[in-house]
């Protein structure tokens, strides 16, 4: 099976610095098959045998017996990452909107989350929150669209702040990681 592993929390302003070939190497030496990176934010693409909860808790595990500090790790599938891609939520018109507001940045992202979370928690989050960002659930995932900077959107954080073990990718990298899993 195909997989995708995305890393929260490595690489950013400096802090749990960790060199891409030296997570490409903990891969390996997990003896996953077929192992790639993308970027510096611990995205990794690679083969195996085994199912995602069992090579889920081996990386886990593995990332912080070689690098000494945690850092969650969500898998995703191809299959995973395929369905996610086709069941984008928004319209053009709602991403059109939010690109006019300020066409200098990213403003799709997906959220990954460890576990399907409670639509209370959703709704709680969303309820309360006045903007003009959008969240929309899907089964692990929540999708993001953001009508400035990600780094400024309230939404964002409390997304962050309620889903605490959430880790944030653009589409266009979620794109990428579906294309590399595909050239496999």
């Known amino acids: 099976m195909k997989y995708a592993a995305l890393f ?110 409670e639509q209370a928690r959703v709704d709680a989050l969303c309820g309360g929150y006045p903007g003009p960002d959008l969240l929309r659930m899907g089964t692990r995932d929540g999708y993001l669209l953001c009508h400035q900077s990600i780094r400024r959107s309230k939404l964002a954080v409390r997304t962050a702040k309620e889903f605490d073990s959430v880790t944030v990718r653009n589409w266009n990298t979620v794109g990428k990681l579906y294309g590399m899993l595909s050239a496999l």
């Open 8 to 117: 929260r929390g490595i690489n950013i302003g400096g802090k749990n610095t960790i060199k891409m070939d030296d997570l490409k190497r903990l891969f390996l030496d997990l003896g996953l098959r077929k192992v790639r990176t993308y970027i510096q934010s611990g995205n990794v693409i690679f083969e195996t045998d085994f199912e995602e909860t069992p090579i889920q808790n081996a990386i886990y595990a593995g990332f912080s017996r070689r690098f000494g500090f945690e850092s969650g790790v969500m898998v995703r599938s191809i299959d995973e990452i395929k369905a996610l891609i086709d069941r984008l939520p928004f319209s053009a018109v709602e991403i059109a909107a939010a690109e006019a507001a300020d066409p200098q940045v990213e403003h799709l992202y997906v959220c990954f989350l460890d576990h399907p979370p």
